[in-house]
């Protein structure tokens, strides 16, 4: 069984930084691909990033706009996503996420194989 525990979020001015972590245990990052949507309140899910570690693709949202780099840990089995120059609208909660990028990327939860129980960012102005 795949479980996943996000860590990282918390409150942050415009313009700061956070990185989110996702702790993955039952998984295999060589076998699937992982990656992080979001969800602000009142607003549909929308996928964020996501890497597939077999072939070294990512994948970023537009909206990233080269703010955000994810990355994995393979010794930690640890998925992160460092999050630079933080806008207010980036305030969400985000979700880790097992499952092909493109569902991931869709925002399409129901078609993951997995995801965590989500870490709240919020981005003052």
């Known amino acids: 069984e795949v479980q996943l525990m996000e860590s990282g979020g918390g409150l942050v001015q415009a313009g700061g930084s956070l990185r989110l972590s996702c702790a993955a245990s039952?998984?295999?990052?060589?076998?699937?691909?992982i990656g992080w949507f979001r969800q602000a309140p009142g607003k549909e899910r929308e996928g964020v990033s996501c890497?597939?570690?077999?072939?070294?693709?990512?994948y970023y949202a537009d909206f990233v706009e080269g703010r955000f780099t994810i990355s994995v840990d393979n010794a930690k089995n640890t998925a992160n996503l460092q999050m630079n120059s933080l806008k207010p609208e980036d305030t969400a909660v985000y979700y880790c996420?097992?499952?092909?990028?493109?569902?991931?990327?869709?925002?399409?939860?129901?078609?993951?194989?997995?995801w965590g129980q989500g870490t709240l960012v919020t981005v003052s102005s």
């Open positions: 996420a097992v499952g092909f990028c493109e569902s991931t990327m869709s925002g399409d939860r129901d078609a993951l194989e997995a």
């Open positions: 039952g998984f295999s990052f060589d076998d699937d691909a």
């Open positions: 890497i597939r570690s077999s072939d070294g693709s990512t």
